[in-house]
């Protein structure tokens, strides 16, 4: 039996939470390390290993450096391990000069300047975007089903119908409103990204009535392109979905609703090693 084991830095365990939610994997593999359940000294040995939130500590550092030496394939898993997730986005100077001037306080791992993703400091051999992934796409990763197919971007997915006939002139807010069922998301005036982020998630937030955030990150349309070419596309998909004008949209594309996840879309393209090389993330490792 394969062993995969999930290694826990910097995050929330959501995503750790949607590999417990999955069956499939128990009569394949064995989970030998995660310490939200299993209680063990340190990684030994797998096959697979699992790399879970982002590298924001020295703590994490050194177990990341330590746990991808004794994986035959590593696997960054989620938002967080791609992007530096929630952590990223409180990279205040003031914040990190607080926590850093008490460099010699006991038990408490010392911040790093920044919230790295993974592969600013190993090579990682595959990508599983969302926050978090859900349970299909881990099930994806560790037992490859041969009926598994993503599809190419959410909307695909998701269901709802198109309507030519219906422009809303501004849009709702994320709370704001009535939700048609079975009516697109954007045609009802809402700032839905599923167009452009990849699919594989089967839609679960536009099914419910949640505009996509773009949590699975670019399609492979846009995965080795500029942030640019993806603002650009969504912004055509609004102009002829909708009578918004285009300062509001692009207002609404750069608040703080979106920022979580839309930041992620540069980093594919332009994804930087801490020593300042060059760190591709080619569409053939996104799952």
């Known amino acids: 039996m394969k062993r995969f084991a999930v290694l826990q830095l910097s995050g929330?365990?959501?995503?750790?939470?949607?590999?417990?939610?999955?069956?499939?994997?128990?009569?394949?593999?064995?989970?030998?390390?995660?310490?939200?359940?299993?209680?063990?000294e340190d990684v030994p040995e797998v096959d697979v290993l699992l790399i879970s939130g982002g590298v924001r500590t020295d703590e994490d550092l050194y177990k990341l450096r330590r746990a991808v030496k004794k994986a035959?394939?590593?696997?960054?898993?989620?938002?967080?391990?791609?992007?530096?997730?929630?952590?990223?986005?409180?990279?205040?100077d003031d914040v990190r000069a607080l926590f850093l001037a008490e460099k010699d306080r006991p038990h408490v791992p010392r911040l790093l300047p920044?919230?790295?993703?993974?592969?600013?400091?190993?090579?990682?051999?595959?990508?599983?975007?969302?926050?978090?992934?859900?349970?299909?796409?881990?099930?994806?990763?560790?037992?490859?089903?041969?009926?598994?197919?993503?599809?190419?971007?959410?909307?695909?997915e998701c269901g709802r119908q198109k309507l030519k006939d219906v422009?809303?002139?501004?849009?709702?807010?994320?709370?704001?409103?009535?939700?048609?069922?079975?009516?697109?998301?954007i045609n009802q005036g809402y700032l839905c990204?599923?167009?452009?982020?990849?699919?594989?998630?089967?839609?679960?937030?536009?099914?419910?009535?949640?505009?996509?955030?773009?949590?699975?990150?670019?399609?492979?349309?846009?995965?080795?392109?500029?942030?640019?070419?993806?603002?650009?596309s969504i912004k055509r998909v609004f102009a002829t979905m909708t009578n918004v004008p285009e300062d509001e949209i692009e207002r609404g594309l750069r608040s703080p609703q979106l920022a979580l996840f839309l930041f992620q879309f540069s980093d594919y393209a332009d994804n930087r090693t801490v020593g300042g090389g060059y760190h591709p993330r080619p569409k053939e490792k996104v799952l």
């Open 114 to 156: 920044k919230s790295h993703p993974a592969d600013a400091f190993v090579t990682v051999d595959l990508y599983v975007p969302g926050c978090p992934p859900t349970s299909e796409l881990f099930m994806a990763v560790l037992t490859n089903p041969h009926d598994f197919q993503a599809s190419k971007v959410v909307c695909q």
């Open 72 to 92: 035959q394939q590593v696997v960054a898993v989620g938002t967080c391990a791609i992007s530096g997730g929630v952590a990223n986005l409180g990279d205040r």
């Open 12 to 40: 929330c365990a959501g995503c750790e939470v949607a590999l417990l939610n999955a069956e499939a994997w128990v009569a394949q593999y064995r989970l030998v390390y995660m310490p939200l359940v299993v209680s063990a």
């Open 167 to 185: 422009k809303p002139a501004h849009l709702l807010g994320f709370q704001q409103g009535e939700v048609l069922p079975d009516v697109c998301l």
């Open 193 to 232: 990204v599923g167009s452009s982020t990849r699919g594989g998630c089967r839609a679960p937030c536009p099914r419910a009535g949640h505009p996509c955030v773009g949590c699975r990150g670019p399609s492979d349309v846009f995965i080795e392109k500029e942030s640019a070419a993806w603002f650009t």
